[in-house]
């Protein structure tokens, strides 16, 4: 790695944190990071009050990460395309002081839930389910922990990554054990964005952990006639709900209030190691993709949510370490990662947001040919407990 | 509406956020505002840390908006009356994020309760119920939203108005769906204030709402020998212990440490649409009345709580959509609003602060004209399950 | 009292709240201050956002002292060791924003937990229960609410004692009903602290109310081959698990991943009502040690906890009103303080550390004669169903 230049914009165990926050590309250097600034602002206000937000403008892709909320990726856009939903949460980012994970038998978390990617886990993932005298609530803690430690990273050397840093602990005395640390890397005029996560088990003993990747979209990349693609080896319906919509599980119909979920667990074909799932329009000029390696996450799960515009018109793709059903019902199954002392997981997934026909056709024949390892195997029913 | 200033505080999905904010009367133009003064300011330390506090002063009444806390009317004075009450919740008003709505099996919503008005709902108001795997908390979740929205209107032209408007969102994907526009608004030298909210469905589907008034009086409107009064249609006690109180149910005892709560859940006759309840002290010089449409609040709850000075010695005077049963019950008798895909529920009620005999005496003159459309029909037992 | 110097740093009541503060022994007058200095500061970033934090340095010790949890000491040191423990929530002082207490069946309140000295209560501690619908979380809510006064005083007059004062309400309509005015007082170049708790009834009735003090302690204090020792009249182990290690209940092992916790609840003997408890390393050249008076804290619970460095290997010393069971056992056995009107109770506890084997001796030497009032009664088995 050659010259860089670090802004440490909050290390709290240090007494570091930077209020505002701006460093414009012009003001350095390499000609190539005119047209980027990387910005740092502390929200104010109604539920976003004292929420810390970092914007990345690259000239290409555009994008808002939130530190307070375990450093999840806010919202996206590209030229005139915003990347991302419309969530009922209109007045987000929402501080997690006003999320209350057990309220409405343990789905509190859903008041906060307005993000284009945010992470679910680290002790949990997937529905609220019992454990003794414990709820788990859904989709776990991790999305509502502050990142203890953020920085920025610019490369003064070709390519000129462009990284936010992060890291976000979710240990105590007789739980969790487990510190993050991610990185959001882009560079000048790129279409993509690069989140690289490590989960380091940081106690003396070996330490459970589940991870998935609730990456969400709504228009202009879903409307009425939008398509799923991904090589896929397996579909599972979720529940009989899922059944009644795996004749077109990969095709989207039009917001329709009262829409009930639908959801289908999923495994990929890859390619040396990597996969690549994406979401296109009905014109085919327009798709956001997920590649990722399926060594890390090896579990990808669709959400199929074509609810009102106001009530939530949004698909979620979402590569994970399981599915999200109950961890005892995961572990089973060989789906929850131990991570040995001293030892760690890493899981990186790249967002592209694709425009023009070109970009997108080629896209979707890479797809094809990976697909070409075999045809996928779908499920008549929901094999799962869980799934029924 | 004639010429006006519009000063925004808050609008958080802009990014506007006033941390201080005085206008003086004496600075616009209209001699007629002199001696009105509205100020913000943001309430540092303790558990009142982070909380934003609205004051109006009129030079007759003056009264403190709570935006953090759901736009919540704190306190409000007349001369040298207090109207409010004591809570036993000295160092309010107290942020959200130190209220756990489900702690003590629900009831934690009273860690913050110390208002003259809160608002109970919006998905729910009342006990504390469980609905399959969820516990709906006491009171509904409205009183701990912070408000997205907050902006002072001074009319130029007569009469003058000051208007605090909020805009509260409880919304979220799967749940909630409605939003609160509310507005306080009085006049310079006016010895009231009206509160008007409208409920307004933000969803693309119909969405259930029950709201309730949570008015609280102690000294010096309530004291021993007080009285209550308003046009009662019927009375009915909420349970054994109301039916111990029901021959004096309009009566005030002294501050009674250990005394239990009474609820009596009223019907009351309007003119006009519109109906009044007061409550005056045992001289009859001052009282405190509520004024209000029965259309968009049908019910009235009536609380008595006289335990001692410092444990609570407070009544409530409650209208509201509903009494606060758990919602199934309610729903069950019609007493649930259902507010259809882009409608609002309006509600709106007067508060007014009276001194001086002839003021009390000409209300309770008028609380007796509409009592005269027939004598109140009291129960005198539980009619009701939950009433027992 | 001579003349003294105070410094208001938080008033909410009366709108005082400084940011920031230090005030060095060098400005004020007397020559033994110099080298003393006071400081507070707010913390920024990451879960302790928001959390104020005071400092005191006497040229001896030095400690700090968070507000905004409680009051509770945070960490101590005493020329180059840190007295205190690594917990695994390594980012704190944690914001109680960031504390669920209701998390993980009610043991929520260890994601917050890393000071030296926590308080536990005041309307229960030790383990959650339910109570009805309710359940009172671990340790109760004390240790989670700010404080709404925060003074220092600095006497003037020998001995220069240096006062850290805060008041704690935990009181709402329908319970709590305890205020916690705390001191912390040392002088200069002391190696003392002295903690002074009055517990008021701010209520009028009766109140019930259980404290026990958290003091936890690692390195350098806590290693393979320290000891305990404390005046000794019973010892019962909680469980089978704490019956285990009763043979060696005084001494400790190596940090050791996986090793469960033992907890002992002992009654200790007292010379004109004080006691003493000391945890010393193995060379016998450092210790620390709580000298407290035996009829405001009757109770002693040993907690060895000495898990791997990284887990928490820790243990606790721990004086209370009663032991971490269950409220309805513990107010059977009448270990449960019952606050009259108007009354209060009072616990005091002074938190020593010694250096060097002539200091450790002696206080040895001076257990050892408490001691001889009489053997411990060591109960070979758990003598409570609590405690099985």
């Known amino acids: 790695m050659g010259e860089r230049r670090t802004f440490v914009l909050t290390d709290a165990m240090h007494d570091v944190w930077v209020e505002d926050f701006a460093v414009d590309g012009a003001s350095l250097e390499p000609e190539a990071l005119r047209g980027c600034m990387v910005s740092k602002r502390r929200l104010r206000g109604g539920r976003r009050d004292g929420v810390d937000l970092i914007r990345v403008e690259t000239g290409g892709i ?161 409307e009425e006639g939008s398509r799923f693609a991904a090589p896929l080896k397996t579909v599972v319906p979720r529940n009989p709900r899922a059944v009644e919509g795996l004749a077109a599980y990969d095709a989207y119909g039009p917001p329709e209030p009262g829409f009930v979920e639908q959801v289908y667990f999923c495994e990929l074909h890859a390619e040396g190691g990597k996969t690549a799932a994406m979401l296109r329009n009905r014109a085919g000029d327009k798709a956001v993709a997920l590649r990722y390696g399926v060594d890390g996450l090896p579990c990808f799960s669709l959400w199929k949510n074509t609810g009102g515009l106001r009530d939530g018109y949004v698909t979620g793709l979402e590569p994970g370490t399981n599915y999200p059903n109950p961890r005892p019902f995961e572990k089973e199954r060989g789906r929850v990662v131990t991570i040995p002392v001293d030892g760690r997981h890493v899981a990186e997934t790249t967002l592209e947001v694709l425009a023009g026909r070109a970009a997108v056709a080629a896209l979707e024949a890479e797809i094809a040919r990976i697909q070409a390892q075999g045809e996928p195997v779908v499920h008549p029913k929901s094999s799962e407990p869980f799934a029924g």
Chains 1, 2, 3 share one sequence.
């Open 62 to 222: 555009a994008f808002e990460v939130v530190p307070t909320r375990g450093m999840g990726l806010w919202r996206a856009s590209l030229g005139g395309d915003r990347v991302g939903w419309d969530s009922p949460t209109k007045d987000g980012p929402i501080h997690p002081a006003y999320v209350q994970p057990h309220d409405l038998g343990g789905i509190g978390w859903l008041e906060g839930f307005d993000e284009l990617m945010v992470r679910c886990g680290l002790m949990n993932n997937g529905a609220p389910f019992r454990e003794g005298d414990a709820t788990h609530p859904l989709h776990g803690r991790i999305g509502n922990i502050p990142a203890w430690y953020v920085a920025v990273h610019v490369d003064l050397e070709p390519p000129h990554a462009i990284t936010i840093e992060g890291r976000v602990a979710e240990s105590f005395l007789f739980g969790g054990g487990v510190e993050l640390t991610t990185t959001y890397t882009t560079t000048p005029g790129s279409n993509a964005v690069t989140v690289r996560d490590e989960f380091a088990n940081v106690k003396d003993q070996p330490v459970d952990m589940q991870i998935l990747y609730h990456w969400n979209f709504g228009p202009p990349h879903l």
